[in-house]
């Protein structure tokens, strides 16, 4: 299909849509994602470019349990965070409304190949075994692995090797790739896996572990909404990495729309604006 839309004619349709979007939050709507898969089976085939606003419904895979990017109310189902928002302006872009796809971190990538969804959005790492099976848009925010503690130890703990010693007990969450990097590097201290993303860091809290490793941008934000908690220089990560939203391979006509929205979006103020409700908090 030849790409009729210029960048200063999508700058314009996106600046409006970041004006009027009202869709930060959002449920699972799953009948939303049903109707669509049936939508895509009537008519196969095609670039999702034509398909998403033929059907009225952006599926976004998103785990919901990693803030400040997307997360999950347990108890009304409802979805907030900078992706969230940022999810439904890249739908209402594509004249379509978001419907949101549970996954975990480690079903993500395998969940957007099979189909399940258009697009995985909320604080997606980029890294290459991932880009075996998915592709990456442009990144739109660059991250790396930093150290989270309580605010007494932020000393104890400012290398590697002050962390990797026996006795040091580290906390990680399971799937993705602060496990990767854990496992990677931490071979005397001892390694626990917390299950539940959303109250890993309660574990440092209440003395039950002393170090967890994550990115950079959460460390920022934990440590934000919990006093007790403090990020270990987080503009001198230990490792560097970049944070993007994942698309199926082979769809390049989807792939460039969303690139060109996503680079509008870092520089028109829409993602710093959305980014700033959530880390002022």
Not at 89 to 110: H, I, R
Not at 124 to 152: H, Q
Not at 246 to 254: E, Y
Request: hydrophobic letters at 35%.
């Amino acid at each position: 299909m030849r790409r009729t839309v210029t960048l200063s004619a999508l700058a314009a349709v996106l600046a409006a849509t970041a004006a009027g979007s009202a869709l930060a939050v959002g449920s699972t709507a799953e009948p939303e994602s049903k109707r669509a898969a049936a939508a895509d089976r009537a008519q196969p085939g095609g670039t999702l470019l034509d398909r998403v606003p033929r059907r009225g419904v952006l599926r976004v895979c998103t785990t919901g349990d990693y803030r400040p990017f997307s997360h999950r109310d347990p108890e009304s189902g409802a979805y907030t965070g900078i992706d969230i928002k940022m999810a439904g302006d890249l739908a209402k872009s594509l004249d379509a409304k978001p419907s949101f796809v549970p996954t975990t971190w480690a079903d993500l990538v395998d969940d957007l190949a099979a189909g399940r969804c258009d697009v995985g959005m909320g604080g997606v790492s980029v890294t290459l075994a991932r880009a075996r099976k998915a592709a990456f848009s442009e990144p739109y925010l660059t991250d790396g692995k930093t150290p989270i503690v309580r605010c007494e130890d932020k000393d104890t703990y400012q290398t590697l090797e002050d962390i990797d010693r026996p006795g040091v007990r580290v906390v990680v969450n399971p799937g993705g790739t602060n496990e990767q990097f854990a496992r990677a590097h931490v071979k005397q201290a001892t390694l626990t896996v917390h299950p539940d993303n959303t109250t890993i860091f309660d574990e440092i809290i209440a003395g039950r572990a002393d170090v967890m490793m994550t990115d950079a941008s959460e460390t920022r934000y934990q440590s934000a909404i919990h006093p007790e908690l403090c990020a270990v220089h987080p503009d001198e990560p230990f490792s560097f990495s970049e944070k993007a939203y994942v698309l199926p391979r082979g769809d390049t006509q989807f792939k460039e729309y969303v690139d060109q929205w996503v680079h509008l979006a870092t520089h028109d103020g829409t993602y710093k604006k959305y980014e700033d409700e959530w880390m002022k908090r």
